[in-house]
């Protein structure tokens, strides 16, 4: 199962730290992907961490902002958001990949992501 959380208000400019966190799978076996998801839109992949951490990939919207990390003893991915604008409101999502298929570092595939768990919402608003 994963879990994401951290979400919360904030204000343009501000800072908050999603988790990811996992339980009844190898963690350290999988990529790890960050989604997002306004209501009506379709869902955009913000960023990854590769299986060994050795890979990673943000979107060029976030590219400078936000920093993805993994600490496998901890069987936990983190999305560091920093400089955070209105546009970064959205619910987000983690997932997991099949090392190797999900995270390059020329981008991510949410078809390439097989199980999600439920989301975090972040809002940012003054």
């Known amino acids: 199962q994963l879990q994401a959380s951290g979400g919360g208000l904030v204000e343009p400019g501000g800072s908050l730290r999603l988790s990811c966190t996992a339980s009844?799978?190898?963690?350290?076996?999988?990529?790890i992907g960050w989604f997002r998801q306004v209501p009506g839109q379709g869902r955009e992949g913000v960023s990854c961490?590769?299986?060994?951490?050795?890979?990673?990939y943000s979107t060029d919207s976030v590219n400078g902002r936000f920093t993805i990390s993994r600490d496998d003893s901890k069987n936990v991915v983190y999305l560091q958001m920093n400089s955070l604008k209105t546009t970064d409101t959205a619910i987000y999502h983690c997932?997991?990949?099949?090392?190797?298929?999900?995270?390059?570092?020329?981008?991510?595939?949410?078809?390439?992501?097989?199980?999600w768990g439920q989301g975090t919402q972040v809002t940012v608003s003054s």
């Open positions: 997932a997991r990949a099949d090392s190797g298929h999900g995270c390059h570092s020329w981008g991510m595939s949410e078809n390439d992501f097989d199980y």
């Open positions: 009844g799978f190898t963690w350290r076996y999988y990529d």
């Open positions: 961490i590769s299986f060994s951490g050795g890979s990673t």
